[in-house]
């Protein structure tokens, strides 16, 4: 009897101990913190869109975009450059906040008297900026472009999602739809992620990109597409009535444009990473690294996504 419990145990502490070695090994335990990290990120966007609360929408917009932008910023100012990161995360802060209140109060037909107006905006007060410094030959214009390019990389990207959410139309009974259409952005880009390193890490023997990330595969690239499909076409069924203006083969072609986009969005991210010879873009969320790193393929795909409902599905 005692024989046998002592093999008993001894079994249970074999099995414990394969366990921990699977699951606690470094590419398993960097998948669970992952996993975590993005099952807590999409409680709080799920919470967002129940709700249908928009000020939740503009401080997750707002709060991303800028959280981004400094990470941003940070990382050329760790790699010796001074862009004006102050300024720039002044005139995001309007740009993001007046492009939501202004897209829920106004239609289309504005939008590009708006966008046109916050380019103009962009430039002269960075330019503005620049005549309170000195010149510095080549290094003043370096300034100038790196901090534009930061405004317009991330925070006029990531405004589109409030396009998304405030440009398209209700339903006939009047309920807001936009809210879903920008979550089914999200789902599929971020679908496309997960598959590309799922795949990637089982599956990955072919390099693709490897001049920019070493880590990139063919196998990782198809794993992404066909996920981004999953996701998009999970999603529909579950939401079909709330995406209704859209058809089976909006949701497959979405599904690999976003797909696709998502892949270029993060390879984006990492020929800056690399330039600035950083890792990540910071250490705040684990297992993914920075908000930069969480958002960067969504900052693809959710224009894309804007300009295929306005110019296909036509209904923006």
């Not at 998009?232 to 909006?250: C, N």
Request: proline content about 4%.
């Amino acid at each position: 009897m005692n024989r046998n419990y002592i093999s008993e145990k001894g079994e249970k502490s074999e099995n414990s101990q394969l366990l921990t070695t699977i699951f606690m090994s470094p590419p398993h335990f960097t998948f669970l913190r992952r996993f975590g990290s993005s099952l807590v990120l999409w409680l709080i966007i799920a919470l967002a869109v129940i709700l249908k609360a928009p000020v939740l929408y503009l401080i997750l917009i707002c709060g991303a975009g800028l959280i981004a932008q400094g990470e941003f910023f940070r990382m050329l100012q760790n790699n010796g450059i001074r862009p004006f990161s102050g300024t720039a995360l002044i005139v995001s802060a309007i740009f993001l906040s007046g492009s939501f209140f202004y897209y829920q109060s106004h239609g289309v037909s504005t939008q590009l008297d708006f966008d046109a107006a916050m380019i103009l905006f962009f430039i002269i007060a960075i330019f503005a900026r620049q005549m309170c410094s000195p010149i510095k030959e080549g290094e003043s214009l370096r300034t100038v472009a790196l901090t534009l390019f930061g405004i317009l990389y991330i925070p006029w990207m990531l405004h589109y999602v409030s396009k998304i959410i405030f440009l398209t139309p209700p339903t006939v009974e009047g309920v807001s739809t936009g809210q879903f259409y920008a979550l089914f952005g999200i789902v599929v880009t971020k679908f496309s992620d997960m598959g590309a390193y799922v795949f990637g890490s089982l599956f990955g023997r072919h390099r693709f990109m490897s001049h920019i990330s070493p880590k990139k595969t063919w196998e990782g690239f198809l794993g992404a597409l066909a996920s981004a499909v999953l996701g998009g076409s999970v999603l529909y069924l579950l939401l079909r009535p709330q995406l209704s203006l859209f058809q089976w083969k909006d949701v497959i072609c979405l599904g690999i444009l976003l797909g696709g986009a998502a892949v270029a969005g993060d390879l984006a991210e990492s020929i800056i990473k690399r330039s600035a010879q950083a890792k990540d873009s910071s250490q705040i969320i684990p297992g993914i690294g920075g908000i930069l790193d969480l958002i960067d393929s969504l900052l693809f795909t959710l224009p894309i996504l804007f300009f295929y409902l306005r110019g296909v599905v036509h209904f923006l």
